[in-house]
């Protein structure tokens, strides 16, 4: 069969085939800069998996206490490298990127201390660690243990307000909080030039202030990562871009040692921090994983330019716009109506490899005052480096669509979903 007898019979019509090759052919200049951006950091992790001289019988794992485990010390090694930091924890006892984030919270704040966010208001998971929706509820909040958190609002263009930045850095201003990646926010993500006006206006206030940043989503989408522009430490997922879509769970920090150390206090216990961690089997899926992770995140970010430009060849607003400069791996998509949202996220789940004869249909959230409709059809559950789509059902009809490990797949599901559309309006 030839590739157009493939595209025929999920229904793609020649119109839509036709559209597809010429979005393609005027992406091409983007795709050449992602795969520039791909090549450096494709030899950034190869160099820093080499300098911690990785043999095979490491990866196999230990148990119990985990001491002196080598496949897990070289790997937080070379993790180290590639993320421009002096020390990094990688374990997959680490089970989400929420966790990574708090353990950097948790680990350095004390009481009366005051985290100043400089895009805004956090990612929604991170609302229960700052204590909201929880008051009054003893759950162990940062709020509980007199941790206050405040955010400086965005300016009207989505951006860094740094105007007012030097001027709401308090006297007990501990942590300064970036969340490079957009999460569910209407605002572009904030780029490494960004992240390094920030280090810089933040440092020059007060030098001695802790500057994290949320890297989630953002790995290995530039070819700087923040701790190489002066942040102090960086916290992800594995099921996001670093695991490569390999790692089945983890996440990570890296940054300075002395702060990472206290993240691994508060990971394990204080005293042992990152000496004990049995990995188990883990290991050899958390590198090979790290190893193909810039080759994943190309794919993907190919994939996410494509699905921009094809839909905004049919008449829809795409952001970030296909030939903008990414700084994470999320796309926002905006529909007409729920209808087309709906369609878009039934084309997404249609076109996965696992669960493509699933229809995802709208349902009630908790924290959601509508409706919403998730599409996922991942081998690992809830990995945002696999393909995803979801939108509440309120207007503005926006999707956010994340990941995609392998272009062809994601260019698929792109053209299944403009054909979607083109059908609508017939
Ligand atoms: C995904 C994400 C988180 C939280 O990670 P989980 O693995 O879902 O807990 C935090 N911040 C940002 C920007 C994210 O994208």
């Known amino acids: 069969m030839t590739i157009h007898d493939y595209y025929t019979n999920w229904g793609i019509s020649q119109a839509i ?211 190489e522009v002066g942040v102090d430490l960086v916290a992800g997922s594995l099921i996001k871009n670093p695991g490569g879509g390999i790692a089945q769970t983890g996440g990570y920090v890296a940054g300075r040692a002395d702060l990472v150390e206290k993240a691994a206090q508060r990971l394990t216990a204080p005293g042992v921090g990152s000496e004990i961690g049995p990995t188990l089997g883990f290991t050899r899926q958390m590198a090979q994983g790290f190893y193909q992770a810039p080759h994943v995140v190309g794919e993907c970010l190919k994939g996410l330019v494509f699905t921009s430009a094809l839909l905004e060849r049919l008449g829809y607003e795409t952001s970030p716009g296909p030939f903008d400069h990414r700084s994470d791996i999320v796309q926002v998509l905006r529909f007409d109506t729920a209808d087309e949202l709906i369609a878009f996220c039934k084309s997404i789940q249609a076109s996965s490899p696992v669960d493509s004869f699933v229809s995802p249909v709208p349902g009630d959230m908790p924290g959601y005052d509508s409706p919403v409709i998730m599409a996922a059809g991942a081998f690992v559950q809830g990995s945002s480096m696999e393909l995803s789509a979801d939108g509440p059902l309120r207007a503005p009809y926006t999707a956010f669509m994340q990941g995609g490990i392998v272009y062809e797949n994601i260019k698929l599901a792109a053209m299944a979903a403009a054909e979607a559309m083109r059908r609508k309006r017939e």
Not at 102 to 131: H, K, N
Not at 145 to 166: C, M, N, S, Y
């Open 17 to 227: 085939i036709e559209l597809a090759g010429e979005t393609e052919e005027q992406v091409q200049s983007q795709f050449r800069k992602i795969e520039a951006v791909r090549a450096v950091n494709q030899l950034k992790v190869l160099a820093a998996l080499q300098s911690a001289h990785f043999s095979e019988s490491d990866l196999g794992g230990s148990s119990g206490y985990g001491y002196d485990d080598r496949g897990r010390m070289r790997l937080e090694e070379a993790y180290a490298k590639a993320m421009g930091a002096e020390k990094a924890l990688v374990r997959w006892q680490i089970s989400s990127g929420t966790h990574a984030l708090s353990l950097c919270l948790f680990g350095i704040l004390r009481p009366g201390d005051e985290i100043l966010s400089v895009a805004g208001e956090l990612y929604d998971t991170m609302q229960p660690v700052l204590g909201r929706g929880l008051e009054g509820q003893d759950q162990g909040s940062l709020a509980d243990f007199d941790i206050h958190f405040r955010a400086l609002p965005l300016t009207q263009e989505g951006h860094v307000d740094f105007k007012l930045l030097p001027g709401s850095i308090r006297p007990e201003t501990r942590m300064i909080w970036i969340q490079r990646s957009r999460g569910y926010m209407n605002r572009p993500a904030l780029l490494i030039d960004e992240i390094a006006e920030v280090v810089r206006t933040c440092r020059a206030v007060n030098p001695d202030l802790v500057i994290v940043c949320d890297n989630c989503y953002g790995e290995f989408v530039d070819d700087r990562e923040p701790c």
